[in-house]
């Protein structure tokens, strides 16, 4: 059973925790990897150096979005490929975290982490709450 009283209030805080670990990932691609440094990486790994910067912006602007609660659930959607792409680099690293490469149970969890605010919605103090079709919204509206 979900609380309607406090539901809200977990979405914002997963939104917004959510937001601000994507904003630290786009940082430490930059500031400690840099841009051309990721580039190398993704190239190593088998997928498209030039999606470093796109990736970069996604999770910065993206992250900034989903603190704001700006569309957080289409952008947590658009984001989702990108925790994706980070699970497939992982995913042959082991369980832990501290494998060497890092394991994949971190990204994993933001997938299913992103995957909740699709699903849950905005949250509380969204500035833009993400717009529903009109048969979605009816349902939530009747329910």
Do not use: C
Not at 69 to 76: N, W
């Amino acid at each position: 059973m979900v609380d309607p009283r406090t539901a809200p209030y977990a979405l914002l805080l997963l939104r917004v925790t959510l937001g601000v670990m994507f904003i630290a990932h786009a940082a430490l691609k930059v500031f400690v990897f840099t841009v051309p440094g990721f580039a190398g990486f993704l190239a190593q790994v088998g997928m498209p150096s030039f999606m470093a910067l796109p990736v970069i912006l996604l999770e910065a602007f993206g992250g900034l979005a989903l603190i704001l609660g700006v569309y957080a659930r289409a952008v947590a959607l658009v984001l989702t490929p990108v925790l994706l792409g980070a699970l497939s680099v992982h995913v042959g690293n082991g369980w832990l975290f501290t494998a060497p490469n890092g394991g994949w149970e971190y990204p994993a969890f933001l997938v299913i982490a992103g995957l909740t605010v699709v699903l849950g919605g905005d949250g509380a103090l969204a500035l833009r709450p993400t717009a529903l079709p009109a048969r979605e919204r009816l349902a939530t509206q009747t329910a």
